[in-house]
């Protein structure tokens, strides 16, 4: 399904990767950038105590790219994709849309569901790389304004923290978490019940188990990335 072409409208990958991806870079930047800073500031104080202050760059870079960035990232698309996945998709059912799909022999999986999964999984990445950025860029003005710390040392340190294994670990797991949100949220959207009420309850359901999932499977990579 993932490679036919003709089985789902032109130009959807590319509609659905805008509204999942270009949309959504503002509000994670503007949370990734606010993380970034508070956990910088919350670890400063302390690290000054022991003369660590150079130690906030390793932080905030692994801090980042192998959990903040991901979880961040996925936690926004949980509250705008699944949403907007189950609504979608359940008001189809409700209007037998999905019913006239199936009668004209186009399967609703291909055509509506197909090209939301290529378009999260091509753009969740590229949200986190985007999310870590803001976020260590949160770190890094308070770690010259606050712990005047020079620019140079700060990145110098932070280039050196940093393995290839930290990225490819945040990138699996963004990935896994774009499949989280897109599952729960079109089977949410398929077991609708009922007229607009049913819509409201599964597009409900559709965040608060997208959120409850990520933060569990974040918790199990956890124990399998750090032990």
Do not use: C
Request: charged content about 10%; glycine content about 8%; proline content about 3%.
């Amino acid at each position: 399904m993932l490679f036919r072409s003709n089985q789902h409208r032109r130009g959807s990958v590319i509609h659905q990767a805008v509204l999942i991806g270009v949309e959504a870079l503002p509000i994670i930047g503007l949370m990734s950038g606010l993380v970034g800073l508070i956990l910088a500031l919350q670890s400063a104080a302390q690290l000054r105590q022991f003369g660590a202050d150079i130690y906030i760059a390793n932080l905030i870079g692994i801090a980042m790219i192998r959990e903040m960035g991901p979880l961040m990232t996925a936690i926004m698309l949980a509250g705008r994709s699944a949403s907007s996945f189950a609504s979608e998709i359940a008001t189809m059912v409700v209007t037998e849309e999905m019913d006239a799909l199936k009668i004209m022999a186009i399967q609703p999986i291909r055509f509506v569901v197909v090209p939301k999964m290529l378009a999260i999984s091509m753009v969740t990445p590229l949200l986190t790389v985007f999310s870590n950025a803001l976020g260590i860029l949160g770190g890094f003005l308070v770690a010259i304004l606050y712990l005047e710390i020079p620019a140079g040392a700060f990145a110098s340190q932070l280039i050196q923290s940093i393995q290839v294994q930290d990225i490819l670990i945040g990138e699996f797991k963004s990935l896994v978490f774009a499949w989280i949100i897109l599952s729960i949220g079109a089977y949410a959207g398929f077991k609708v019940h009922g007229g607009s009420q049913g819509v409201g309850l599964v597009t409900t359901q559709a965040v608060v188990s997208s959120i409850f999932a990520i933060i569990l499977a974040d918790s199990l990579f956890s124990l399998v990335f750090y032990f």
